[in-house]
């Protein structure tokens, strides 16, 4: 069983987007995943502007890997380290902490989390 970052059972993120390192609609995480996809965020159109800045560019569709691209209020597994690079930047989306797994915690403070906790599951 995965935990998140409150210590309870690890919730989904999001099914559509189908999002996650394993495309299971978790942030669920192994030793493969290198990019630590753990933050469960609602990205919004400033970071989404941010993360194109930066080379990853979320919201154009590649259909070729079946992604339709991401639209503010989507949620989404985010690397952990690019939550930090947008938080320092002013620019971190909402997280979700019932679905952001625990190894988010290698990367970034709970308090920093919580600051940006203004979604809920359920």
Known sequence: MAYNVLGTELVPCSYDPLTGFFRDGCCNTNEEDVGAHVVCVRVTASF?????????????????????????????????????????????????LEATHERALDYVSLAMLKAHAKDRVG
Request: aromatic content about 10%.
């Open 48 to 96: 989404l502007a941010f993360s194109r800045l930066r080379g990853n560019d979320l919201s154009t569709p590649l259909p070729e890997a079946r992604f339709r691209g991401l639209s503010p209020g989507d949620r989404w597994c985010l690397c952990a380290l690019r939550w930090k690079e947008a938080y320092d930047a002013g620019a971190a989306p909402d997280v979700v």
